[in-house]
């Protein structure tokens, strides 16, 4: 390996520090996904990133300083989609909806940035259960802005319009739990497009069973 | 300690082994819900249970055997709850509603056995990651089957009731993602009564955020 490292070092010269840091990080999450953090190796996601381990710890320190590089990438990009998708002109079905579908594209279009955040398998124990516990909390205070910004939006002054922030926060944790169960199912049944699962989704924290039930479905406005 | 051991022998042939066996689970659940399985020891089990280490492992196996052990008894215990809460002959928003309750309630009162299920820093990473699953699966087939079986108890064709198997349990999944997160999430805020907490979960299942914003409600029967 050694004997490889000049080339490779010479290479890596070439490449700014933040494109190198970005191809490592990517083949990071790739192996994690993979292999969950005990069982994944510096020697594999060296190998996938294509740099020496030397250079590894070097750009981005050691395991666990990787492991939680990637959570935190992988966090920050789940929340700017969703904030990107809920449009704040939008009636606040539609940015709900918005959210959802933003939610869910980025489970589709990064599923091993999503494994890395969400499946149990791939967490340490408690080892990194304060970094997945404040990102988690991020999230819902989050989502709890964007419904107090959505209910806002329309012209409403009672119900949610009229909630504690503890209403909020609850139902904020909610609808996170039920968008990360509905995900981690999806995974399971991957053959299902993106819009029926986000739809379903939708119809349950839009309508409610209530409705549901009476057979009152929420469609997105281009089906209307 | 072994000089401690006789009498303790003794007193222990006195008990049942069902008894006997309950008393570890009992400790154990509370130990594991406090310091996570990797920390936990089986000495401070076997302080707790009043019971000798080598009778402990007589009983109920290894430390991994012993987890595995309250993580069935929990689940079970949690889905038993469940299922005696929902009142097959209500009103399909009353069955829902109990389910709910029932939820709650089985958090409020056995908070340990909650913490263990669920708490993601007393897992020991994808060591029981399997068993996890598999008892997730099992409490997502009981929710979609008395969501099924609600509906059909209303005079419903249309909605839920024409939904296909796949809608049911996918949103049986979301239902269940949901209330784990809001359980969690009343762990950090444990003042909030039992009963606002359900109704919080209530409200967005059933009712959902469209009859929210414009001020609709759930209540309870016995306020209405």
Redesign the interface.
């Given at each position: 390996m050694h004997a490889e490292e000049p080339p490779r070092a010479a290479r890596a010269k070439r490449l700014p520090r933040a494109v190198r840091e970005r191809q490592i990080l990517d083949a990071a999450v790739a192996v994690f996904a993979r292999h969950?953090?005990?069982?994944a190796s510096m020697d594999e996601i060296s190998e996938v990133a294509g740099i020496s381990k030397p250079m590894l710890y070097a750009y981005l320190g050691s395991k666990e300083d990787l492991y939680v590089a990637c959570l935190r990438r992988e966090g920050e990009r789940l929340m700017a989609a969703i904030e990107a998708g809920a449009d704040p002109a939008a009636p606040?079905?539609v940015q709900?909806w918005r959210g959802l579908r933003a939610f869910f594209g980025f489970v589709a279009e990064h599923a091993d940035g999503w494994r890395v955040l969400h499946q149990?398998?791939?967490?340490?124990?408690?080892q990194f259960?304060g970094e997945?516990?404040a990102l988690r909390g991020r999230m819902?205070g989050l989502v709890g802005r964007l419904?107090v910004r959505?209910?806002s939006n329309?012209n409403?002054?009672?119900?949610?319009?009229?909630?504690t922030r503890?209403?909020t926060?609850?139902?904020a944790?909610?609808?996170?739990?039920?968008?990360?169960?509905?995900a981690?199912?999806?995974l399971a049944?991957p053959d299902?497009p993106v819009g029926v699962?986000a739809s379903?989704?939708m119809?349950?924290?839009?309508?409610?069973?209530?409705?549901?039930?009476?057979?009152?479905?929420?469609v997105p406005p281009h089906k209307r």
């Open positions: 969950g953090f005990h069982t606040p079905d709900l149990p398998a791939s967490a340490a124990g408690g259960a997945l516990a819902i419904l959505a209910v329309g409403v002054a009672a119900g949610i319009g009229a909630a503890r209403d926060d609850g139902l944790a909610a609808l996170v739990g039920a968008g990360e169960s509905m981690d199912w999806w049944h299902e699962v379903r989704l119809n349950l924290a839009w309508m409610g069973f209530g409705d549901l039930v009476e057979g009152r479905m929420w």
